[in-house]
């Protein structure tokens, strides 16, 4: 009688701990509107999270990570524009390393928006001289890097105006064989690199997310000089500008272009490239560089949307195009979030990308 005991008291253990996981499970990633897969709930709750990061950048050989990620504050819904705080951590298949921390966020009404990332890598990544356009050049750089920007919106307009810092400390080493193709110092150098920069924004997307309408443009301009830290002194100027127009349910329409220059004295490293997708980072690089895509959206239904892409960069003598189609699903219907993944072929390879948001994001 005991064991007939135990054993129905295990059954009822086990059928508690399964009612209470599909409970939970309810509770945190399924809608109450639709029944189907969300984490609206469980984002809204606060706090971290964690994020599986599979890299699919052919110029690292891909790789994995973890991130952990909080998402919060704001409104949901319209014009969305939360704050996100998190760290990372990941390896790539050419043993690239990247451990780093980030935040994005608005403070005061959204009247000031600072934005600043910081991290130690180790990055292996081929580069390809003007002298041998074709042939790939390996370096290693091995330190510490920061990002940050500070904006502040004028008076009740889209418009915001800052300042920016970026800093690295970084040791370039060269790590292929024979002669160096590229004009450098010496095989192993240190390059230190300090810039005080000023940001023009306009924003006036309807969610920072998964925008569906509006338009995010910026215009910045950075100098680097020995006076506070770098020890290579040139100008770099960027400016972008991404919008979004949804005239029906089903439509949604985007376009974007890129445009970036550095002045004579900027470091190889440095020098903008062709940013789209289905072109590896760094593979055509120039001291002035523009990259322009489109994107169309076909809503399949209220989770479901497919989508083509495609568009052109300009380097130099390089024009390369590059184009594909994906699928998106409305992961967080309350923060208007999506995820999906992109298959983009480009004048040399077919990659994949998975994509959490908006494609599109500044360089």
Do not use: C
Not at 91 to 96: A, I, L, Q
């Amino acid at each position: 009688m005991r064991l007939k005991h135990l054993a129905v008291a295990a059954t009822l253990a086990v059928a508690g701990q399964s009612a209470d996981a599909q409970s939970f499970f309810s509770e945190n990633f399924r809608d109450a509107e639709d029944g189907q897969f969300d984490v609206s709930n469980w984002l809204a709750r606060g706090g971290f999270f964690p994020v599986p990061i599979i890299i699919t950048e052919p110029a690292l050989e891909n790789g994995l990570g973890l991130a952990g990620v909080w998402i919060y504050g704001g409104e949901r819904g319209e014009n969305y524009s939360p704050n996100t705080t998190g760290f990372a951590a990941l390896r790539t298949g050419n043993n690239s390393t990247v451990y780093g921390g980030f935040h994005e966020g608005n403070y005061f009404g959204d009247r000031l928006r600072v934005s600043s990332v910081v991290a130690s890598t180790s990055l292996n990544i081929d580069f390809f001289s003007s002298i041998a356009p074709d042939v790939p050049v390996g370096f290693n750089f091995d330190g510490v890097f920061t990002a940050n920007t500070a904006r502040w919106r004028i008076g009740d307009s889209n418009w915001l105006v800052g300042g920016r810092y970026n800093y690295s400390d970084l040791k370039v080493r060269f790590t292929g064989i024979g002669d160096i193709p590229i004009d450098l110092p010496q095989a192993s150098f240190n390059a230190r690199l300090s810039g005080l920069g000023a940001v023009l924004d306009y924003d006036s997307l309807d969610n920072s997310l998964t925008p569906s309408d509006g338009i995010s443009a910026r215009f910045e301009a950075t100098t680097f000089r020995e006076a506070i830290g770098s020890n290579f002194e040139y100008d770099e100027f960027k400016a972008s500008a991404y919008g979004w127009n949804t005239p029906s349910e089903r439509w949604t329409y985007g376009a974007k272009i890129e445009a970036a220059s550095v002045s004579d004295g900027a470091p190889f490293f440095v020098e903008p490239f062709i940013n789209l997708r289905g072109i590896p980072a760094a593979r055509y690089q120039n001291s002035e560089v523009v990259s322009v895509e489109g994107e169309v959206f076909r809503r399949i239904n209220d989770r479901w949307r497919g989508t083509v892409f495609g568009g052109v960069g300009w380097a130099g003598d390089n024009t390369e195009v590059a184009g594909g189609v994906g699928f998106r699903y409305r992961v967080a219907r309350q923060f208007g979030l999506d995820a999906g993944i992109d298959v983009a072929v480009g004048p040399e390879d077919t990659v994949f990308y998975i994509q959490f948001g908006r494609a599109w994001r500044r360089f």
